[in-house]
């Protein structure tokens, strides 16, 4: 069974940090991609990042480069991954539940039909 499950969301004001983290298991690629997206308020679901398995690649929306980082902690086994999100300076408008996604590489990343794995999301305020 596929499970993604995220924690470390929170309150946080302005210019503040946090550390969310997402345990992958039960994928059987031997390489896959895992990511960020998040969603706000009335507005669409949105690509923060993402990372490939095989060789680290890094990939991030304009909105967070320079503030987010994205990495990965691979098992020997490849069955249970991490995928970390470390937001920095953090803004209102960075606001939403942020969700941990996996897929296939290849593909759309900024696309969230491209995401076929979800996680039940965490949310995030950063209060102005």
């Known amino acids: 069974q596929i499970q993604l499950e995220e924690s470390g969301g929170g309150l946080v004001q302005e210019g503040g940090s946090l550390r969310l983290s997402c345990l992958v298991s039960?994928?059987?690629?031997?390489?896959?991609?895992m990511g960020w997206f998040r969603q706000a308020p009335g507005k669409e679901r949105e690509w923060v990042a993402s990372?490939?398995?095989?060789?680290?690649?890094?990939?991030?929306?304009?909105s967070v480069k320079g503030r987010f980082t994205i990495s990965q902690t691979i098992s020997p086994d490849r069955v249970k991954n991490t995928v970390y999100l470390q937001m920095n300076n953090l803004r209102h408008e960075d606001t939403g539940m942020y969700y941990c996604?996996?897929?296939?590489?290849?593909?759309?990343?900024?696309?969230?039909?491209?995401?076929?794995?979800w996680g039940q999301g965490t949310q995030v305020t950063v209060s102005s």
């Open positions: 996604v996996a897929k296939s590489p290849g593909g759309r990343l900024f696309d969230a039909a491209d995401w076929p794995y």
């Open positions: 039960g994928l059987t690629l031997r390489d896959y991609a």
């Open positions: 990372i490939h398995t095989r060789d680290s690649d890094t990939y991030y929306a304009d």
